[in-house]
Structures are given as C-alpha cells and as structure tokens.
C-alpha cells in the first residue's frame, strides 16, 4: 500500500484524536526510517523518545526472537517471569531504589503512583497533591487532572479532586500551597510537553525540602527525560536529589508498550496484594526489550552527555544565524529544543519534507528527541537541514 492508500483508511475508520502528518512509516535501521512510498527520514523524534536503541538493534531482535520462540509472550501477574524480575533488578540497581511495579505507559506509571501517594497519605490525614502549571504527566483522569495545562482538561470536568497546581521553578509559590494536607509533590525534573524547560538546582533541592519538613512524598515524572536521555540514567542524577517515587515509560520497553513506577525507601512498602494491578504489566516482550535496554543503560547515558554537548553547541550556532527566528535553545543530552518565533508546525513539515523527522513542544517549540544512538554526523546532518529550513522566507 501507498502513503496516500494508507491514510485514506485510517480517516475512514479512526476516531479522529490526531493531528498526523501524511505518511506511514514502513521500516527503518539505525537512526534512519522509511515510508511506504519509499522515501528516507533521518529520525530525531525517535516515536517521542522512545526508540533508545534506533532500529535493528541486533541484541534487541535477537531478545524477541527468543521470546517468540519460547511461544509465551505474555503470563499475566498471577506468576513470575525471568524478564521483568531482571528488568526489576536491574532499574533498582541503576536508580537506587528498592521496588518496581510494571504497567504499560508513562500515565499508568503516574496512576500509579498518584495511588501509592493517595493510600500513603490517608492514614496520615494527608490527601492533597501538587502538580506545575504547564506540566504533562499523561491522558488518564488521574495523570491528566496531575497535568497542569487547561487544554487538556476542557470538556472532561470534573477533573479528579484535591490537585493544586505552582508555578515550575518558583519555589516560592510551592510554599504558598505547602502544609501537612499534601501527599506528594509531582514534577518533572525537565518539564516535555510544557516546552522543555529545565529545572533549577535550587527548585528540585527547595521541593525535596518542603517534602521533608511535611512528610509528603517527592514524585518526579521522567517518563520523557528519563532513561538516558539527558546524558545520566535517570535525569534525577544530574542534581543529586533524590524522589521517593519515580515515574518511567518510553524507552524502557524498546519500542514495547512498557512503563514503570518505582518506590524509594519512604515509599516502599506502601502497596498491598490487591491495592493495584495491571494485566500487561510486566509483560514477557516487554521486559525481555527492557533487560536489554537496561543493559546498555550506563555506557548509553556517558555517550549522550558526550554527544548532547556537542549538540547543544550546534544548536547554538543556529540561533546566531537566525536570530530572527531562534529565541532561545535549552534542553538537556538528547532531549533539545529551539523556541522559535515562527511557526513550529511549519518548520516540522518543511524539515519532513527534506528528509528529517522532528517534531514540536507547546506552541512554539521545536523538540529534538533522537534515539541514543545518533552519531554526530546524525547530529550534523539534522543541524543542516533546520538551518536550511530556518533560512527559507515565511
């Protein structure tokens, strides 16, 4: 089938949820991905960072394989598997952290701990949660209602109860909203959707502070900036503050549909047989993808935080040449962005059509999320191709 052949039938037979461009993704390797009429795509969107590994990752298929061949893709959570209890073992040793519950997306993984926050703090007379403005934590009612942009929330009211929303960096207005009514603190170390905005040293040290002093919970989403992607294992590690829960999805699965939420010393032991489940959690494909990404995790992160510099240098290069168009450039490793004072759906469809996939962060950012395996010549070639874009008048 064609491109066009295959987006005739997806309009005749989706629910209409999605903006998506014109083609249809046929295959790919390394950091390369064709479409069905077979034109070529250097990728930096990387299915929104979730393709660690690029595509044709040898350990990757030869994992599958095996599963396949063992004939059992999946057991549910009634018995143990090999592979999620590796996958387990080996997130606690990369995190610091002593248990692991399985799920199937970053939403869950943050269901689940606005859960474990909920049960934790109503035997403590503690039932309020505070999110960020701006902020994304997921599509569920739970992690939507956590999401702190008002365009997700129209026409789904009510939303669920009890969930404040501050200000990102501004410690100060988390203080304003801070007693012993409130559960956990959810944020993102580096905030995604809201327009990859980092975060402060002194915000994450302020916010580990407050959760202290109240006995509340510190939850920080990395399902987007975890996972190597921001030059550590887990972007938490680039500020020394440790949460006591930790959201994870993404990359972790190797393209599989896996998510993660994990429990430090303060949270553990929270969860009960029962209290929460997930069928696919877990799941053996999933988990056997996820051993392997786990694996590489380390010696991945030390070549992103080498590779993202150099990134970041070149994208800084972009903006003295189009200060019109370039307002800033922020980011961490591989999760790079350009705030553009033109139209970032424009700038996407224009880079697509000369053979780069990227896509955008809010309103008017450009996201650069490759997989962890792009090459500085990868990095070179993209620069290029949004600098010839950015040079072009509209």
């Known amino acids: 089938m064609t491109n066009e052949q295959i987006v005739a039938l997806a309009k005749a037979n989706y629910m209409d949820n999605y903006a998506q461009y014109p ?8 950091t390369v991905l064709w479409d069905e009429d077979g034109a070529s795509y250097l ?21 599958l394989l095996k599963v396949v061949e063992d004939g059992v893709l999946h057991t549910s959570n009634l018995y143990y598997n090999r592979h999620a209890v590796n996958a387990a073992s080996l997130l606690n040793r990369l995190a610091g952290s002593k248990q692991v519950f399985f799920c199937n997306s970053g939403a869950e993984a943050n269901e689940a701990a606005l859960k474990l926050a909920r049960k934790r703090g109503s035997a403590k007379g503690k039932t309020r949660i505070i999110s960020f403005n701006h902020s994304f ?4 009612y739970g992690a939507v209602t956590l999401t702190g ?3 997700y929330h129209k026409g789904f009211a009510p939303m669920v109860p009890d969930v ?4 990102y960096n501004d410690l100060a207005s988390v203080e304003a909203l801070m007693d012993d009514s409130i559960a956990a603190i959810f944020v993102e170390p580096l905030q995604g959707e809201g327009g990859i905005i980092v ?6 040290e302020g916010l580990r502070k407050l959760c202290d002093e109240h006995d509340a919970l510190l939850v920080f989403d990395e399902v987007q900036c975890g996972m190597g992607r921001t030059g550590r294992p887990f972007c938490f590690q680039h500020y020394g503050v440790q949460p006591d829960v930790l959201s994870l999805a993404k990359a972790l699965g190797g393209g599989l549909p896996m ?3 994990l429990a430090f010393e303060r949270a553990q032991g929270v969860f009960s047989p029962g209290d929460h489940a997930s069928t696919f959690g877990g ?4 988990a056997a993808l996820a051993e392997v990404v786990l694996s590489k995790l380390e010696a991945l992160s030390a070549e992103v935080d080498v590779k993202g510099r150099y990134f970041r240098g070149k994208l800084e290069e972009l903006k003295g040449r189009h200060p019109d168009k370039v307002v800033d450039v922020r980011g961490l490793g591989f999760m790079q962005a350009l705030d553009l004072s033109v139209s970032v759906r424009t700038v996407v469809e224009k880079c697509m059509s000369k053979g780069l996939l990227v896509t955008s962060a809010g309103y008017t950012v450009l996201r650069f999320v490759p997989p962890l395996v792009a090459s500085t010549a990868d990095i070179d070639k993209a620069v290029a191709i949004v600098d010839e874009v950015l040079g072009e008048d509209f």
């Not at 299915?47 to 298929?61: F, P, S």
């Open 23 to 30: 083609i249809a993704i046929s295959h790919g390797k390394g």
């Open 43 to 63: 990728d930096f969107v990387a299915g929104i960072a979730v393709n660690a590994l690029g595509y044709g990752d040898e350990d990757e298929k030869e994992a």
């Open 137 to 140: 934590h997921g599509r569920t």
């Open 149 to 151: 942009q008002e365009k």
């Open 164 to 167: 404040l929303y501050a200000d």
């Open 199 to 204: 975060a402060e040293q002194s915000f994450l």
């Open 259 to 261: 998510g993660a939420t």
């Open 283 to 286: 799941n053996v494909a999933a």
